[in-house]
């Protein structure tokens, strides 16, 4: 059989671009040939060595009927042009562009959420309206990726497809890339060499509550003399994180990076690493951490506790619980047993559990499952 040919469409940038390079990386090239569709917040320099082709579309996050319109006839005529056997949608704005522009086209397609939309913190009518648009645009795909098993029971709990349309492959990272990473220098980012570093990636947006990380510094700074923190990231809400830590006369003990194209070197650094997500579909960061040796903290919402058992390879604590996110760091600073316990155990089950290699045969084998039944 020749190469199967699969065309991503991809918006939302961060994770899914993390994501996408590991996919990419790791695919058999004599199987698969690789053409990504992104928008203009994508690296596509570094990700057009790993694919075929790339194109860039002007993709606006939130709903805008006059751009979106011109995204939906653009990218219908790249797919009419391409002819992919496989068009493989990535997070929820690129799997409405692509499920629309794909209507009436024969070829497969597969939808890969990265987190269900209606977990997020919205209003019930928002959640309403995105479960009502997932139940019906179910029907207009072959598979669902679902990157946790926690995924996979809120779209069952919703009643969003039948079950055999939905298939889990957990995320994996790159071992590989990840252990070659060397230390930022701490003289080069201002960090003090004596400092207990505390950290948290991830973009600075009510999802990822930057909120409860410098709320808990407060407190941590006042027990730890040494502590620093490094916020990785940036985002929407910098502005207002900034003022804070401003407010909280916290200035001479935080950096915030922005964005940087290799979060790993910073992980490095740190002594703790955090999640205080408000909700989560995977949280990629998490065995990110566990392989490069960093005790983690996180809360216990949605599919974090499928990769973080608590007092295993991690402590969780309870979501916007900045009093107790800040206890379990002291934790860790007083309890060396303990962090090295979680350090040993997050290692072993990072290289055991995520895999970037095994996600990427694992997606690589749902490829050849649907051109086969395609075929036969």
């Not at 645009?137 to 039948?162: H, M, Q, V, W, Y």
């Not at 740190?270 to 065995?287: K, Q």
């Amino acid at each position: 059989m020749s190469r199967i040919k699969v065309l991503h469409v991809a918006e939302a940038a961060g994770g899914v671009e993390r994501y996408l390079e590991t996919l990419f990386k790791y695919n058999d090239n004599s199987k698969v040939e690789n053409i990504l569709v992104c928008s203009q917040n994508y690296d596509y320099k570094r990700l057009k060595k790993l694919t075929h082709k790339i194109t860039i579309l002007q993709m606006e996050h939130e709903v805008s009927p006059i751009k979106d319109i011109t995204v939906e006839r653009k990218l219908r005529d790249i797919i009419k042009k391409e002819k992919p056997d496989i068009v493989y949608a990535h997070s929820t704005k690129a799997g409405a562009f692509a499920r629309i522009a794909n209507l009436g086209i024969n070829n497969k397609l597969i939808y890969n959420p990265h987190g269900w939309a209606f977990n997020m913190q919205q209003s019930s009518r928002k959640r309403q309206m995105y479960k009502w648009f997932e139940k019906i645009s179910s029907n207009f795909c072959d598979k669902i990726i679902c990157i946790s098993n926690s995924e996979k029971k809120s779209a069952l709990r919703e009643g969003i497809c039948k079950a055999s349309k939905l298939e889990v492959i957990s995320n994996g990272i790159d071992i590989e890339k990840l252990k070659r990473v060397e230390k930022s220098a701490r003289s080069l980012n201002q960090i003090p060499t004596n400092a207990f570093v505390i950290g948290q990636v991830g973009r600075l947006s009510k999802q990822k509550a930057p909120d409860i990380f410098v709320r808990a510094a407060e407190l941590i700074k006042k027990k730890i003399s040494n502590s620093y923190f490094i916020m990785v990231g940036d985002g929407e809400l910098r502005d207002d994180i900034e003022k804070l830590i401003r407010d909280k006369k916290l200035e001479n003990s935080f950096l915030i990076t922005g964005w940087v194209d290799n979060p790993s070197e910073y992980m490095k650094v740190m002594d703790v690493g955090t999640l205080f997500s408000r909700w989560e579909g995977f949280g990629l960061v998490l065995p990110e951490y566990m392989l490069c040796k960093v005790p983690v903290v996180a809360t216990r919402v949605d599919a974090i506790p499928n990769i973080i058992k608590d007092s295993v390879n991690g402590l969780l604590v309870n979501c916007d619980n900045y009093r107790e996110a800040a206890s379990a760091i002291e934790n860790l600073y007083e309890d060396k047993k303990l962090k090295n316990n979680l350090v040993r155990n997050g290692y072993r089950i990072a290289i055991q559990n995520f895999d970037g290699k095994e996600m990427s045969a694992k997606v690589e084998q749902l490829y050849m499952n649907l051109i086969k039944r395609e075929n036969i």
